[in-house]
């Protein structure tokens, strides 16, 4: 006869086991394709998890202020480092119904659910009901600006009947330097205007201005591929082409307020400093490192716009800052910079030391007003080290000490002598390459020598030069536009853009500069003798790229 209460035992503990393994439920996390959306505009919304719920979810409720287009449920798997991934994902393709701010509700997947979503729905840009099947606008998000804040340029193809393939322009900014940054890939949605419904193909880019003035966007060209209504052409690529031109669009560009006297203007949507320590600030110990990360975010400006981080001096505490890491985001919203400066910092001595507080002026593009990012003051205490440290510089993180070498045998002479003649043969083919790039400098120059100079750019090269000797930077920046428009005729060049994209990132380095000086209002006056020295070198190498073919690139497929 069996016993019952072993069995009984063992039950239990089976149980509790199995119990204790079952599988976490798992997060649901919510992402929108754009955010805000126009009224009668189609977006995507993403619930994604990474298993099965225990119950399909209801989003009966959305409809309440959302016609929803598609509903969509996908599944994929990956493996990473030998693990299984997986992932299910439900897409829903929504229209809102109406203009406001609308309040996304938790959705339930089984034991799990999502968390709230807030959507905004603005009104349509479109100023009226379009008359045409094919209709290419650009708008702005503002028509005044500051000189080197962003402004995003939104193009928009609609299309109320079919199309096979498109196309757009590139986008030309006349009258006012501008710095143009493309904002992703091309977008597709869905539209009704006027109870019509159209495709919308969307591609943005963030200006940043470089002085201020009228600036104009040149009218966008795109072209269209109808598809083709031929039974011989199954790749649909002999159908009608339409071309489009949208109408110009033209902003005022305001120069820096005359209340902003910060060092280094910065006009941005949201601007912060934070700082993060790699190690446990309690424990502190001296002779011992620790590193401290000082990070500068700006919405609206780039990482090449955000000024070198100066940390204070501290006593008592050596400083060894490492390179600065410079990185930008791309959002409908724009272009997010973020530079990040780390720090190693190592106490001499036990005690408590005072970190002073960092501050950082900048203008709030959305209240009109200078305000402040800071860094509080904070008060650091190092303890006394274990043992005694040996004199001497410490050992900065990163850093690796080389050990003493060890003996190493005596190569034997074959060895050797293969090693020699190897050498030699290296140094003779070291020794003909000089000649022959000597060689070959020396015609170039000869041959440059011989050509006939034209007398526009010795004149242009004589006022960049003078600019550049006397220090001038406004000269300097109207002069070297000449300069570049004389040397690359009959090619155009519209802006200091334009010509540092075609000669490369050195004269583009320069160019920014040269703006830098003149709009970040810096103490230290602007030195023209590298961008001069840059200039001849560029007449020397005649590095110009050839002029593109003129028209549009190869039509893109509509996915």
Same mark, same amino acid.
């Given at each position: ?190 539209? *009704?205007?006027? /109870? ?5 193909? %969307?591609?943005?880019? #963030? $200006?940043? &201005?470089?002085?201020? @003035? +009228? ?114 985001? *791309?959002?409908? /919203? ?5 530079? %990040?400066?780390?720090? #190693? $910092?190592? &106490?001499?001595?036990? @005690? +408590? ?207």
């Amino acid at each position: 006869m069996v016993n019952a209460k072993p069995m009984a035992t063992l039950l239990v503990m089976l149980t509790l086991t199995l119990a204790g393994v079952a599988p976490v439920a798992a997060a649901v996390d919510v992402s929108i394709d754009r955010n805000p959306v126009q009224v009668n505009e189609s977006f995507q919304l993403v619930f994604s998890l990474d298993q099965n719920p225990d119950r399909d979810p209801d989003f009966s409720i959305l409809q309440q202020h959302f016609l929803i287009l598609g509903n969509n449920r996908s599944s994929s798997i990956s493996i990473i480092n030998g693990e299984y991934q997986r992932s299910i994902k439900w897409t829903l393709h929504l229209m809102p119904k109406q203009i406001g701010e609308f309040m996304i509700p938790a959705i339930r997947f089984g034991s799990e659910r999502s968390e709230p979503f807030q959507v905004t729905v603005k009104p349509s840009t479109m100023a009226s009901v379009p008359h045409d099947q094919l209709v290419l606008e650009v708008l702005a998000d503002r028509s005044e600006a500051y000189v080197q804040s962003q402004v995003i340029l939104t193009l928009r193809l609609l299309s109320a009947t079919d199309i096979s393939a498109y196309q757009f322009g590139d986008v030309s900014i006349e009258a006012v330097d501008a710095v143009v940054e493309p904002l992703g890939d091309v977008r597709q949605y869905q539209t *009704r205007i006027a /109870d019509k419904s159209y495709l919308v193909l %969307e591609k943005q880019f #963030a $200006l940043f &201005p470089q002085q201020s @003035g +009228r600036l104009e966007v040149a009218p966008v060209m795109a072209e269209v591929r109808l598809p083709s209504r031929s039974s011989y052409d199954p790749f649909q690529t002999g159908g009608e082409i339409r071309r489009l031109r949208s109408q110009p669009v033209f902003i005022d560009i305001e120069p820096i307020p005359a209340d902003f006297t910060a060092p280094y203007w910065l006009p941005a949507n949201r601007l912060e400093l934070r700082e993060n320590w790699q190690g446990d600030l309690n424990a502190l110990v001296a002779g011992e490192p620790v590193t401290r990360s000082v990070t500068l975010i700006a919405d609206g400006l780039t990482a090449a716009q955000l000024p070198e981080l100066i940390l204070p001096a501290i006593d008592g505490i050596k400083q060894y800052p490492d390179q600065p890491s410079l990185d930008d985001s *791309r959002s409908s /919203d724009g272009i997010r910079g973020r530079r %990040e400066q780390k720090v #190693a $910092l190592i &106490p001499g001595a036990a @005690g +408590r030391y005072y970190l002073p507080e960092i501050s950082l002026p900048w203008w709030n593009l959305q209240t009109g007003k200078v305000e402040i990012a800071t860094l509080p003051a904070r008060e650091l205490s190092v303890n006394p080290g274990t043992g005694t440290a040996p004199q001497g510089e410490p050992v900065v993180p990163g850093r690796v000490a080389t050990a003493p070498a060890e003996p190493v045998a005596a190569e034997t002479a074959e060895t050797g002598r293969f090693w020699l003649w190897l050498s030699l043969v290296l140094a003779c083919g070291w020794g003909a390459s000089i000649v022959y790039w000597g060689l070959r400098v020396r015609r170039e120059r000869w041959r440059r020598q011989r050509q006939p100079e034209s007398a526009s750019l010795a004149r242009a090269r004589r006022e960049l030069r003078k600019a550049c000797d006397d220090g001038d930077a406004a000269s300097a920046r109207q002069a070297l536009l000449v300069w570049g428009q004389a040397l690359l005729t009959p090619r155009r060049v519209h802006n200091l853009h334009d010509l540092g994209a075609i000669f490369g990132a050195d004269l583009a380095s320069q160019i920014g500069l040269l703006n830098q000086s003149l709009y970040a209002r810096t103490q230290q006056s602007w030195q023209g003798q590298a961008l001069m020295d840059l200039c001849l070198q560029l007449e020397q190498s005649a590095r110009v790229r050839e002029p593109e073919p003129a028209g549009l690139a190869p039509l893109n497929p509509v996915g």
